[in-house]
């Protein structure tokens, strides 16, 4: 091999050599570069699985707060019906008490709203019919023994004081301008209770009305024993 073969091969040993290391280093900055994309990848991934896991449990508390909203809001509602049920029944009760009771009931009613003491009574048409002249006689007697002095209880005993008792009553009533409740011919769409009237002022103690005006005042006492709240 002459001088130039020499210098001609390690020429080629040293661009061999050269290449090699080039070669090897980008292979070695190749993978740092696939393990550094590989990392992040990865931890993309894990990210993503991560906010996925937290969507999916913030979903569920989301769900299940909808569902006690929804429970609580269905469990309300049954708790108001029954409460309706309840005044529904108090105003049947009352509807279907006796005669007697009835009749004493409305004309208690009667003299709590009279005014004047010369009103007319609204009833319905067949409370009007059944027991409108009692009510009304009844009511008129406990407005006359309100007006009326209270007479010593000697007098009162005897069969005679009896009869001047009624006198005084019925005079007193009539010196105050009251104990004189009428039945109106007039009737109206009620259940029960009745309408008093004078001179375009009216009064309405139909038990339905009753029962409304009550129940704000009633209803929780009457939760308190359905449910039992304390």
């Known amino acids: 091999m002459n001088g130039l073969d020499k210098i001609t091969g390690r020429i080629a040993a040293d661009a061999q050599a050269e290449a090699d290391a080039i070669l090897a280093d980008a292979r070695a900055k190749a993978d740092a570069i696939a393990a550094d994309w590989d990392a992040r990848a990865r931890k993309e991934a894990a990210d993503i699985t991560a906010r996925g896991q937290k969507n999916a449990a913030e979903r569920r508390e989301r769900l299940a707060n909808m569902a006690q909203l929804e429970g609580r809001k269905r469990i309300l509602a049954a708790k108001q019906e029954m409460l309706g049920r309840a005044f529904d029944k108090a105003q ?44 009304v006689a009844r009511a008129n007697e406990l407005l006359a023994k309100q007006a009326a002095p209270e007479l010593p ?25 009251t104990a004189m409740l009428t039945v109106s011919e007039e009737t109206r769409d009620i259940r029960g209770g009745f309408v008093l009237a004078d001179e375009g002022v009216e009064v309405n103690c139909a038990f339905d009305t009753l029962v409304r005006l009550a129940r704000p005042e009633l209803e929780l006492q009457v939760a308190g024993i359905l449910f039992d709240q304390h």
């Open 92 to 135: 049947e009760k009352l509807l279907s008490l006796p005669e007697e009771e009835y009749v004493e009931l409305l004309a208690s009613l009667c003299v709590k709203a009279a005014v004047t003491g010369r009103e007319e009574v609204i009833f319905s048409a067949a409370d009007q019919k059944k027991v409108g002249k009692k009510v």
């Open 153 to 177: 209880e000697e007098i009162t005993s005897s069969a005679a004081g009896t009869i001047l008792n009624k006198v005084v009553t019925a005079g007193s009533a009539l010196l105050a301008g």
